[in-house]
């Protein structure tokens, strides 16, 4: 490692999409070095199920501009699961490494309670950065389990990165004080989907011809898995009343589809096309064509999409389930929130938005100005300030 001003390890489960590009980033720091652990290869050398039927690899670099090392797996039935994914080198790598602080991304994984242990044995200071949310309906006594568990490990863990404001909640409903919190905010690759909103909306016409929409037709983009807890069957029944006024556009691919697909051939509905699972190089595409996103989930720990959305400049409606809708969604300014399952006001809002082109894009104006500030950046800072406050406490 060369000679930076702190040396940090990063557990994380596979190489996923939208923390890869961050690495590459944080590798340019002056003052941060680090070493990537891998606990799995799904998705870069071994093919992944992402739950819907679809085994695929990333058709993007996803090991390049950043030191890294795959930790061995023992689990008997791999997967990214709790038991999936066992590896006990990491406390090993803890001894060897010497390091500043380790960033460990949620509790999810075996292996990362034995890098809990490996950090408290070799006394590394952790940093915890998670998809965390309160869940209401979880029951009382699992909340109380919950509570005392996390509690003693909070108490262990000496700095963390809350991805947006839900998970600020969450840590401060288990005892954590704010001066031990930095906002690294849930965010994406900006610049490129910056530059690929630019690349792909010259060529929106010749897209649309490509799928069979009409050029001057609107159009609704839903992207995601199809699948129960993301609720696609009530933007397809919400978008009934706009049939004639859109099109609606499914990307993705789960177990809901044919169902979905019935009902509209049953309804007779028109202009709605499924277009199946896309990988990562070829989304750009179809958010620059589209003029509003919608995700209808009942349960988001963020929702991602959301921020690749927004940096195509569109409006964004989506439901008080989806974690990101609190911090990106500004009620009537760049988009609407509504509560989850509330088809009615979900038709209400797409023919607010078709019946008012001009609204829309004042709307998509602003989900840019907004997702600006949402950035690889803040989460570059917000690592580099827990470091400091590490060195300090």
Same mark, same amino acid.
């Given at each position: %490692?060369?000679?930076?001003? @702190?040396?940090?390890?990063?557990?994380?489960?596979?190489?996923?999409?939208?923390?890869?590009?961050?690495?590459?980033? +944080?590798?340019?720091?002056?003052?941060?070095?680090?070493?990537?652990?891998?606990?799995?290869?799904?998705?870069?050398?071994?093919?992944?199920?992402?739950? =819907?039927?679809? !085994?695929?690899?990333?058709?993007?670099?996803?090991?390049?501009? =950043?030191?890294?090392?795959?930790?061995?797996?023992?689990?008997?039935?791999?997967? /990214?699961?709790?038991?999936?994914?066992?590896?006990?080198?990491?406390?090993?790598?803890?001894?060897?490494?010497?390091?500043?602080?380790?960033?460990?991304?949620? @509790?999810? +994984?075996?292996? *990362? &309670?034995?890098?809990?242990?490996?950090?408290?044995?070799?006394?590394?200071?952790?940093?915890?950065?998670?998809?965390? $949310?309160?869940?209401?309906?979880?029951?009382? &006594?699992?909340?109380?389990?919950?509570?005392?568990? +996390?509690?003693?490990?909070?108490?262990?863990?000496?700095? =963390?990165?809350?991805?947006?404001?839900?998970?600020?909640?969450?840590?401060?409903?288990?005892?954590?004080?704010?001066?031990?919190? =930095?906002?690294?905010?849930?965010?994406?690759?900006?610049?490129?989907?910056?530059?690929?909103?630019?690349? &792909?909306?010259?060529?929106?016409?010749?897209?649309?011809?490509?799928?069979?929409?009409?050029?001057?037709?609107?159009?609704?983009?839903?992207?995601?898995?199809?699948?129960?807890?993301?609720?696609?069957?009530?933007? +397809?029944?919400?978008?009934?009343? *706009?049939?004639?006024?859109?099109?609606?556009?499914?990307?993705?691919?789960? !177990?809901?589809?044919? %169902?979905?697909?019935? @009902?509209?051939? #049953?309804?007779?509905?028109?202009?709605?096309?499924?277009?199946?699972?896309?990988?990562?190089?070829?989304?750009?595409?179809?958010?620059?064509?589209?003029?509003?996103?919608?995700?209808?989930? %009942?349960?988001?720990?963020?929702?991602?999409?959301?921020?690749?959305?927004?940096?195509?400049? $569109?409006?964004?409606? /989506?439901?008080?389930?989806? !974690?990101?809708?609190?911090?990106?969604?500004?009620?009537?300014?760049?988009?609407?929130?509504?509560?989850?399952?509330?088809?009615?006001?979900?038709?209400?809002?797409?023919?607010?938005?078709?019946?008012?082109?001009?609204?829309?894009?004042?709307?998509?104006?602003?989900?840019?100005?907004?997702?600006?500030? &949402?950035? @690889?950046?803040?989460? #570059?800072?917000?690592?580099?300030?827990?470091?400091?406050?590490?060195?300090?406490?």
């Amino acid at each position: %490692m060369k000679n930076k001003k @702190y040396k940090l390890a990063i557990l994380t489960s596979h190489p996923i999409q939208y923390q890869v590009p961050f690495f590459r980033k +944080l590798a340019k720091s002056s003052e941060i070095d680090f070493m990537v652990y891998f606990c799995s290869d799904f998705g870069v050398t071994k093919k992944i199920d992402p739950g =819907f039927g679809i !085994a695929y690899k990333w058709d993007v670099p996803m090991l390049e501009g =950043f030191s890294y090392k795959f930790l061995r797996n023992y689990s008997l039935k791999p997967s /990214t699961n709790f038991w999936g994914l066992v590896s006990p080198g990491i406390i090993r790598e803890l001894f060897k490494g010497n390091y500043d602080a380790v960033l460990i991304h949620g @509790y999810a +994984l075996f292996t *990362s &309670w034995l890098a809990f242990l490996g950090a408290i044995i070799t006394r590394t200071p952790i940093i915890f950065r998670g998809e965390t $949310l309160l869940l209401p309906y979880q029951k009382k &006594w699992w909340k109380r389990a919950k509570g005392i568990v +996390l509690g003693l490990l909070f108490k262990r863990i000496k700095a =963390f990165l809350p991805i947006g404001t839900q998970s600020s909640k969450f840590y401060s409903y288990y005892g954590v004080s704010k001066n031990k919190m =930095f906002l690294g905010p849930y965010s994406v690759n900006n610049d490129y989907f910056l530059e690929q909103s630019g690349k &792909w909306k010259a060529k929106k016409t010749e897209t649309k011809k490509e799928i069979n929409i009409s050029a001057n037709l609107p159009i609704i983009l839903y992207a995601g898995k199809i699948i129960s807890i993301k609720r696609p069957f009530d933007l +397809l029944k919400a978008f009934e009343k *706009s049939q004639e006024k859109a099109a609606l556009v499914f990307v993705g691919e789960g !177990a809901e589809r044919k %169902m979905l697909e019935n @009902y509209r051939a #049953e309804k007779n509905i028109k202009n709605v096309y499924f277009l199946g699972f896309k990988n990562q190089s070829e989304l750009p595409k179809y958010y620059a064509i589209s003029d509003m996103f919608v995700l209808p989930s %009942m349960k988001e720990k963020w929702g991602l999409v959301i921020n690749e959305a927004m940096c195509f400049g $569109l409006p964004i409606i /989506t439901t008080d389930g989806v !974690a990101a809708s609190v911090d990106l969604i500004h009620q009537g300014k760049n988009g609407f929130v509504y509560s989850w399952g509330d088809i009615r006001t979900l038709s209400k809002y797409l023919e607010n938005l078709l019946s008012c082109p001009e609204k829309s894009k004042k709307m998509g104006e602003e989900s840019l100005k907004i997702i600006s500030n &949402w950035n @690889y950046d803040v989460c #570059e800072k917000a690592i580099l300030k827990s470091l400091e406050f590490i060195k300090k406490s």
